[in-house]
């Protein structure tokens, strides 16, 4: 075990945390939001009445290094092909799309959500894991 824990980029590892930081605050503001508050059932006054989201940007952050150490172990030894920046990147929107994708819908469909939902989230990790591969594969 800590033979392939020796192998992981820390510092990657936690770039890819700031990485998803500020792709979801790109994606839930100015490209999304306003449909994601919609299918929520939020208004910008409630999310500006509900103070800073720290606890939970906090609690994202540390399931993104999770995620990060997944996909570089992926990387590393999964013996998956990934050459470069671009093959890291195809490696992580297909875990997104495949792996996470069709593991939480599931979870969507129970629990009536809509499918502009489900995309809307996808969206925002397909995103992610596309640059935290991309980053994973260019920086060994």
Do not use: C
Not at 16 to 43: D, H, N, R
């Amino acid at each position: 075990m800590m033979e392939i824990l020796s192998q992981v980029n820390w510092l990657a590892v936690l770039t890819s945390g700031v990485i998803t930081l500020f792709v979801g605050g790109l994606w839930y503001g100015p490209i999304a939001g306003k449909a994601w508050m919609e299918e929520v059932g939020l208004t910008e006054e409630e999310i500006k009445d509900s103070g800073a989201p720290t606890a939970a940007m906090i609690k994202s952050f540390i399931a993104t290094l999770v995620l990060a150490v997944g996909m570089s172990f992926i990387i590393t030894w999964s013996g998956v092909a990934v050459g470069d920046w671009l093959g890291g990147a195809v490696v992580g929107a297909t875990m997104a799309i495949l792996v996470i994708g069709g593991g939480v819908f599931p979870n969507y469909a129970f629990e009536n959500k809509s499918l502009r939902h489900f995309i809307i989230h996808m969206g925002n990790i397909t995103v992610s894991l596309a640059l935290i591969g991309a980053l994973l594969a260019a920086w060994r």
